[in-house]
């Protein structure tokens, strides 16, 4: 158990609607990162948050956004879904910059 | 900004050795490397940084080439638990927390 959760850990929803990605981190840890991962890719980069702020930004489409919230924990809403979101999502949290990144076990939308 | 990695598969005979390569065309900060089973989240393997080396764990090691933007992972004497994806990630001079994953390797250790 890497101490961050994702919920829900599976997500069944229909083209054209809106989700929310809930992710809490390691207890302490003040940054937090999604990724995306389709079938057979890698882990691609949306965006990072530090203390509140958002901090990177990688390829995240506009129809995607996210917060981190005063008590850290992040939120990621996915909106006028497609397809081709199918994918498993990815929080991780670090302790600050440059230190290792805890994975959460990921949530799993199938968008149909 | 991506980084590459090298081979994009690898099979492997228990107590076989591999090496693993990442390289980036920017100038790194530092390089993250992960091992991911399937259906599983990715896990931490150990961290190097710009004018350092860290090592993880026994018998994974790696090593980072600062000047050629190069990281390498080595696994010595495999078993078969290394059975995996691993990914190297990057964060490029300037952009540190700006953690980029390469591809993956994907494993195989047999027995």
């Known amino acids: 158990d890497s101490g961050v959760t994702q919920t829900p850990k599976h997500l069944i929803t229909a083209t054209g609607q809106r989700v929310t990605l809930r992710c809490s981190p390691r207890?302490?840890?003040?940054?937090v990162y999604w990724y995306q991962q389709s079938l057979d890719q890698g882990l691609q980069f949306l965006i990072q948050?530090?203390?509140?702020?958002?901090?990177a930004k990688g390829n995240i489409l506009e129809r995607f956004s996210a917060q981190q919230f005063p008590d850290l924990h992040s939120e990621l809403n996915l909106s006028s879904l497609e397809l081709g979101d199918s994918a498993l999502y990815f929080c991780?949290?670090?302790?600050?910059?440059?230190?290792?990144?805890?994975f959460g076990q990921g949530t799993r939308l199938t968008v149909v | 900004q991506q980084p590459v990695q090298s081979p994009q598969a690898v099979i492997l005979r228990e107590g076989e050795d591999a090496v693993i390569n990442c390289s980036s065309s920017?100038?790194?900060?530092?390089v993250h490397w992960y091992r991911q089973k399937h259906g599983e989240a990715p896990v931490f393997l150990m961290i190097l940084l710009k004018g350092g080396e860290q090592k993880g764990h026994d018998k994974i090691s790696a090593s980072f080439n600062e000047k050629k933007q190069q990281s390498s992972l080595y696994l010595t004497a495999s078993q078969l638990s290394y059975s995996g994806t691993y990914f190297c990630g990057t964060e490029i001079v300037g952009s540190q927390g700006n953690l980029i994953f390469g591809k993956g390797t994907k494993l195989s250790v047999k027995p």
């Open positions: 991780a949290s670090s302790a600050t910059l440059n230190t290792e990144a805890f």
């Open positions: 920017k100038a790194l900060y530092s």
């Open positions: 948050y530090y203390n509140g702020e958002e901090r």
């Open positions: 207890s302490g840890d003040l940054s």
